[in-house]
């Protein structure tokens, strides 16, 4: 659904995903994950990142020139608005777990639930360079500030917001909403 009006909500498209359990056992160890290829104007000049506080994901131009937008390139981001109950508190999960890939997406149904749960394809840990700590998100940092892990190669990227772990009981379903979001400013950071 969306919103015909101008501002930020009318830059924006949310979706709404219900996952039903129609078996007869509990599903354990649930993920729910939002898969895009993102391609801002010309696809190989983007960087990706997110904003863990925001639950964002997003994809933005690595120059201030696009071979589509010129000198105003957008950006786009993924945002979970309400993710799955966490099974504890029975609250709303934010962003869990990040993603992004440069041709090099999940080949197979282990590796794309690796990378849901924040791991690397082989179940090794991601590795923040900045810190040298284990991190679910991949590429935190801060680009208008150019602080913290930021992406260093532009390419065609493919992004992955996921949020989880939940159970989900037989007959039980969960709603997931989640919105796409694309901001132009003056230039690639201030979008």
Known sequence: FAFNRAGALGSTVFTRFRIFNRGTQPLLEVYAGMWADTDVGGIADDLAGCDPSLGLGYCYNATNTDAVYGATPPAVGFDIVQ???D?????????????????????????????????????????????????PFRH????????????????????LIASGPFT????????????????????????
Do not use: C
């Open 83 to 85: 993710g799955p109950s």
């Open 87 to 135: 099974p504890v508190t029975h609250q709303p999960r934010s962003l869990t777990a990040f993603g992004d890939f440069t041709a090099s997406d999940p080949l197979s149904a282990l590796e794309s639930f690796n990378a849901l749960v924040g791991l690397e394809a082989s179940g090794a840990p991601i590795i923040d360079p900045t810190t040298a700590l284990a991190t």
């Open 140 to 159: 935190p940092g801060n680009p208008v500030l150019h602080t913290g892990w930021l992406d260093p190669t532009p390419g065609d990227k493919h992004l």
């Open 168 to 191: 989900l009981q037989p007959e039980a379903y969960e709603d997931v909403i989640m919105a796409i979001v694309v901001a132009q400013g003056a230039d690639r950071l201030s979008s």
